[in-house]
């Protein structure tokens, strides 16, 4: 799942023909003033001003504004730019035009394993999850997407009256349109407000996911999806990021704060469950990190160094299933080098390291890892036939 | 018995590498169960036509590379399978173009970063074509003792261990690659190993869900039991446990679920594969996953190191009521050892070949060159120079800061001796005619021979050869000389002449004579053999050619190894005119008419050929 941002996600909305009210992003908050006297709207309308981040529970947060002039705008957006979240910085505001509306609607559509499924309701707002009994939904096979008189029918199952759903079918069948041909995982607006004075449709807020994936035929994703964890990336988190972006294979690396027990595991499916196993024997874990794909040494040994590097860690679990084909003697000798850098830069003091791994090459490998307790390493090296997680147990105990 | 790829797969690998390997790993596999070559052919446009090596143990096989899958289908009609490895934005194609391929039963994906619209119409393309869409991202397949799809398993050790080569009494469900491997061996050590092994790959839409070869083991009358490991996300776990709950089961299930660690990690963070991300309230996590399968009768440890013991008790239970019957077990000494490349026997010190070539003189195994045991960067941190990796490669000597200065000396006034003599002047041709610099240089470096630069050698070895046979009778030399050889290597010049000395000859002599210490034998000799030659005929100077062997016999170089001195210093000269031509942009030249004496037949009919 990758997320974007409002500015993006509006972005591709206008390219499919959703509607969107007007909005701006911008960084330089004095930028505003000149789109102010180039555009009328941001003189005449009421504005909101929210922080164009991956920050979640923004209005909580003072980091959303409603109902603005132009003036108000501006001030807002110089106190919001710069402003410190925890780990993360707020760099962009998004100044959007506050429709006045009637109603409210709620139209979302997610992807699913045969296709996708879309949501009506015409109970919209902060409220959806109390009137989650008013959504209607429909089932759309992929390839086979509705008519608008087919989604017309559902508005009209979720009490929209005639006039209003069939502007909702023909909004929901652009919106089909827009999450099938930009690859999109879901999208949920909420809400889709109505000014019926004039019939204006806008999406006023929407959460947006993208295939990050299928980015290779989108000549046009000009964004970056925004942090799938939750907070934006520490800076060793990025750097571990830059070095998986240029390698065979793969090194992942998140970091955990307050946990004590480190991970330098291998594989996709066995780093989670050494996880899984750190939680269920009443551990907690520093990070989460994963190498696989027969990375390169070097690689491995960078991540290494980071995960050295967390504070206040007892354990470090070097695990990793039975590899199919990630060298374990290469991979070994780049935690290895890992180590001893980090044993002369003073880390490593009281830290016990708990290995068990398979693999091509796995006896030179792990007799390769046992040596490092001649070299003073508190080191536990186990083969295939310690069972995989069973080095959690071990060290839990210990 | 097996699900999905038995002894009669035959597959197809579309895609390059990656690919190759696969076939690799996939015929050591063959190779152990005694079974032909699983891989046919591959499908790759870049490198048609190509025949790929794939050694099936000690047998060298050569595969095929087609440009199209119709081809390669044409020409191999046996194939029944589909392997795609290739990069993700052809692979929806690939697989598309396999899954309406007549005769093609199972397409499986390994490629990775696939977009899960491209998965989801693949899964719905095989559905409307009666095929199986295994993957994308699948490690691949294993049947034991029948067939491997991919490199699941892993190394040729690893097969055996896991007691891949015969069919055990487990079926292996996975969605990660890597635990596919380390189920299968917990199969064998803690039972009697696998039916198959399927890794469904761990995308967001896995093409085929863990029911449908939940009830192809079901189907298999020697499975058992199945090992299932899953993770958080989507609703495969639970469609499998609905389908155990349905009805009476055949076949015992065991799981493994991942990503419970996501209950008590910071709300949102994520991580795993591109499907392990749990959807809105708890729908897909891990917990529910292992409730409804722990609901559904499925034995679930509530780790991954558990499943070691509970495959050991569903195994136990399974010989007690007479479900299993354990087989002997087949002593591993009797399957076929993997022939070792040359490499590899080498390390062992199993066996010895003899070498092809022998060098004395340089070594760059390690992590520099050495020069006769020097290594070159501590050469140049000890002040040593060009003139000593000479003497080191040339005679394996290091030469003395006084025979450095003469070596230096010599390859300095060789270096170059104008455009017009033959050398020069090839390369300037060269040069002219656009060829690049190595072609210019060794063309000017072709005129080196008898009669331009190449008398280095023979005066060095015929002043040598007077020095020991012809002391003091310089007259007894010169007779051996022109009875034997003819004039004197050495000895005459074009235009110089005793009125007109040779300024580099005179300035050498000088140097070496007055600046040095080195002992002259060679050099003292050719200068006697001048004063008899120049008395005879002006012109019949000791020349630089002559002057330089001497010096470098002195020197204890060898005979043979004298013209390097003039190839090596006049080599800087010609770069040097190639360049210079270069840099001026010169335009294609040839000679004039006028330049040519056209001694050639008046023009004639051509005659009518007989």
Redesign the interface.
């Known amino acids: 799942?990758a997320k974007i941002l409002e500015g993006p996600a509006m972005k591709l909305f206008n390219k499919w023909g959703i509607p969107v009210p007007n909005y701006v992003v911008i960084m330089d908050p004095n930028r505003l003033e000149q789109l102010g006297e180039a555009n009328k709207w941001l003189r005449e309308s009421k504005l909101v001003v929210k922080a164009h981040e991956a920050i979640?529970g923004r209005y909580k947060l003072g980091l959303v504004k409603l109902g603005l002039n132009l003036e108000g705008a501006l001030a807002a957006a110089k106190e919001m730019i710069g402003h410190t979240i925890g780990t993360s910085v707020v760099r962009q505001v998004i100044v959007a035009e506050m429709l006045d509306h009637d109603e409210e609607y709620y139209v979302s559509i997610a992807?699913n394993?045969?296709?996708a499924e879309i949501l009506f309701s015409n109970k919209g707002g902060v409220d959806i999850e109390d009137n989650w009994d008013s959504v209607k939904r429909m089932f759309i096979?992929?390839?086979e997407n509705p008519t608008i008189e087919r989604l017309t029918d559902l508005a009209l199952e979720a009490g929209f009256t005639p006039e209003i759903a069939e502007r909702v079918g023909k909004i929901a069948s652009r919106l089909i349109l827009c999450f099938?041909n930009e690859?999109a995982?879901s999208i949920e607006i909420n809400p889709l407000v109505i000014r019926k004075s004039d019939m204006r449709f806008a999406a006023l807020d929407a959460v947006m996911n993208i295939?990050w994936?299928?980015r290779?035929?989108h000549a046009d994703w000009d964004f970056k999806p925004v942090s799938?964890?939750?907070?934006s990336y520490t800076e060793a988190e990025q750097q571990i990021m830059d070095i998986d972006a240029r390698i065979k294979g793969s090194v992942?690396f998140?970091e955990?704060p307050g946990g004590d027990v480190a991970l330098l595991t291998?594989?996709?499916?066995?780093?989670?469950?050494?996880?899984?196993?750190?939680?269920?024997?009443g551990g907690?874990?520093a990070n989460?990190a994963?190498y696989?794909g027969d990375p390169p040494d070097w690689a491995v040994e960078a991540l290494t160094e980071t995960i050295c590097m967390l504070p206040n860690i007892r354990h470090i679990i070097v695990g990793?299933?039975?590899?199919?084909?990630?060298d374990v003697k290469a991979t070994f000798n780049g935690i290895i080098n890992g180590f001893r850098e980090s044993k002369s830069r003073g880390y490593l003091e009281n830290v016990k390291i708990w290995v068990r791994r398979?693999?091509?090459?796995e006896a030179q490998g792990l007799a390769m890892m046992k040596k490092l307790q001649e070299e003073g390493f508190d080191i536990h090296v186990y083969d295939?036939?310690m069972?995989?997680?069973?080095i959690?147990?071990l060290a839990m105990n210990a | 018995m097996s699900i999905l790829a038995n002894k009669e797969t035959r597959a197809v690998i579309i895609g390059g590498a990656a690919g190759l390997?696969a076939a690799r790993?996939m015929a050591q596999f063959d190779f152990l169960i005694n079974k032909p070559l699983t891989v046919q052919a591959f499908v790759y446009p870049p490198e048609e036509g190509q025949q790929k090596e794939i050694y099936r143990g000690g047998e060298l096989n050569n595969v095929h590379v087609y440009a199209s899958l119709d081809k390669a289908i044409e020409e191999n009609p046996q194939i029944n399978t589909a392997l795609i490895y290739i990069g993700?934005?052809r692979a929806y194609q690939s697989a598309k173009e396999a899954l309406e391929t007549k005769g093609i039963k199972l397409v499986s994906m390994i490629t990775e970063?696939?977009?899960?619209?491209?998965a989801?119409?693949l899964?719905?393309i095989a559905q409307q074509n009666g095929k199986l869409f295994n993957g994308p991202s699948s490690?691949g397949i294993m049947s034991a003792g029948e067939c491997r799809l991919g490199?699941?398993?892993?190394?040729y050790k690893?097969l055996k261990?896991c007691n891949l080569y015969r069919s055990g009494s487990f079926g292996v469900i996975?969605?990660?690659?890597?635990?596919?491997?380390?189920t299968m061996?917990?199969c064998a050590?803690n039972g009697d190993g696998i039916t198959s092994a399927v890794a469904i790959g761990?995308d967001?839409?896995p093409g085929t869900d863990f029911v449908t070869y939940l009830q192809m083991f079901e189907n298999d009358p020697e499975t058992k039991a199945v090992v299932i490991?899953g993770?958080?996300g989507?609703t495969l776990e639970e469609e499998a446990a609905e389908w155990l709950k349905e009805q009476k089961r055949r076949i015992r299930v065991i799981a493994?679920i991942?990503?419970?660690?996501q209950?008590?990690?910071?709300?949102?963070?994520?991580?795993?594969?591109?499907g392990?991300?749990e959807g809105k309230k708890g729908l897909g996590s891990?917990r529910s996953k292992i409730n409804a399968l722990r609901e559904a009768g499925a034995i679930v440890p509530?780790?991954?190191?558990?499943?070691?013991?509970a495959i050991k008790q569903v195994y136990q239970e399974l010989i007690s009521t007479g479900v299993i019957k354990p087989e002997a077990e087949i002593d591993e000494k009797l399957l076929p050892t993997l022939p070792p490349s040359v490499q590899e026997v080498m390390k062992q010190g199993e066996v010895i070949v003899e070498p092809l070539i022998r060098t004395t003189i340089s070594d760059d195994r390690g992590e520099e060159p050495r020069y006769v045991g020097y290594a070159a960067s501590e050469l140049c941190e000890e002040g040593y120079g060009i003139e000593d990796v000479i003497g080191l490669l040339w005679n394996k000597k290091l030469p003395t800061r006084e025979e450095s200065e003469i070596i230096k000396r010599i390859i300095m006034i060789s270096a170059d001796h104008g455009p017009a003599v033959s050398g020069a002047f090839g390369a300037i041709i060269g040069a002219c005619a656009g060829i690049d610099l190595p072609q210019a240089v060794s063309a000017g470096m072709t005129m080196i021979g008898p009669r331009f630069g190449g008398a280095v050698t023979n005066a060095g070895k015929y002043f040598k050869f007077g020095v020991k046979e012809y002391p003091n009778d310089i007259a007894g030399f010169l007779s051996w000389m022109k009875q034997n050889v003819g004039p004197v290597p050495g000895i005459g010049h074009r235009v110089k002449s005793v009125k007109n000395p040779d300024k580099r000859v005179k300035y050498l002599v000088e140097y070496v004579k007055n600046h040095t210490s080195l002992h002259t034998p060679c050099l003292d000799y050719a200068l006697e053999v001048e004063k008899i030659t120049t008395a005879k005929k002006d012109n019949l100077i000791l020349n630089v050619d002559g002057t330089i062997g001497c010096i470098l016999v002195d020197l204890d170089f060898p005979e043979y190894s004298l013209n390097g001195f003039f190839v090596l210093a006049r080599t800087i000269g010609m770069i040097g005119h190639w360049i210079d031509q270069n840099n001026q942009n010169a335009r294609l030249i040839r000679l004039y008419d006028y330049l040519i004496n056209y001694a050639v037949k008046e023009e004639r009919p051509v005659p009518e050929k007989k």
């Open positions: 799942m979640g992807g394993r045969d296709g096979p992929i390839d099938d690859d995982q295939d994936d299928a290779f035929r799938e964890i939750g907070r992942k998140v955990v291998a594989g996709g499916g066995a780093s989670v469950f050494y996880s899984d196993a750190v939680v269920a024997r907690t874990i989460y994963e696989s990793g299933a039975i590899a199919n084909f990630t398979g693999g091509p090459n295939r036939s069972p995989m997680t069973d959690v147990d | 390997n790993r993700a934005s970063g696939v977009p899960e619209k491209d989801k119409r899964c719905k490690i490199v699941i398993g892993g190394e690893n261990l996975t969605k990660s690659g890597g635990l596919s491997n380390e061996w917990l050590q761990g967001a839409y490991v993770e958080v989507g493994a991942g990503g419970t660690c209950e008590v990690l910071p709300q949102g963070m994520k991580f795993g594969h591109a392990a991300k891990a509530d780790t991954f190191g558990g499943l070691s013991k």
